[in-house]
């Protein structure tokens, strides 16, 4: 081997290592192209679906009354749950739901933002006075999650938990054969 031959071999190898580094450079440049395009346009486009409410007037009227709170049986099987978020508490603070069974969850601010997220699944929404909020979700497990309020809404934040418990389908069946809405709150 040449002096020759080695200061050739280091040039190759300068090259292609600047062949790599421009490929890397190129790839970072294109992923935050992409994240900045895919943010600025979902920041821009409408929502896809967006339900309002008056938030002054949750308790006189409407979806949020609280005789319409809690758990209903939908005719098709499935259930829905409408809740309020308020300094410092969820209403119902039980939400009541059976197993094995699809659940949409419907629920809204009465007063500042809030957040409801359900320890140990994906259920996690900012409540934001004015707007719905909804989350679809099922349970294949009995069992109580914990609600947590998930945005901080003021000095009481941390004590603003809920419940969700889970109960057998065919139990839920039995107590929801009267009608009404249930939940488990003060069980
Ligand atoms: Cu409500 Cu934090």
Redesign the pocket.
């Known amino acids: 081997m040449t002096v020759q031959d080695g200061n050739h071999s280091a040039e190759v190898a300068a090259r292609i290592e600047k062949r790599w580094a421009v490929i890397s450079v190129l790839v970072v440049v294109v992923f935050v192209l992409l994240a900045a395009y895919a943010g600025i346009h979902q920041a821009v486009m409408p929502q896809g679906r967006v339900e309002i409410t008056d938030p002054t007037r949750l308790h006189l009227s409407g979806e949020f009354v609280e005789s319409n709170l809690g758990t209903e049986t939908e005719p098709d099987g499935s259930v829905t749950v409408r809740a309020i978020?308020q300094?410092?508490s969820f209403t119902p603070a039980c939400i009541l739901v059976p197993a094995e069974t699809p659940i949409r969850l419907r629920a809204t601010s009465a007063d500042v933002v809030?957040?409801i997220l359900i320890q140990g699944t994906n259920v996690n929404t900012m409540l934001v006075p004015g707007y719905i909020s909804e989350q679809f979700m099922r349970f294949e497990k009995t069992g109580d999650y914990l609600m947590p309020?998930q945005?901080?809404?003021s000095f009481g934040?941390e004590g603003?938990w809920g419940k969700v418990r889970v109960i057998d389908k065919a139990e839920f069946a039995a107590r929801a054969k009267n009608g009404g809405r249930l939940s488990c709150v003060g069980e």
Do not use: K, S, V
């Open positions: 978020g300094q410092y809030h957040g309020c945005e901080f809404c934040h603003m």
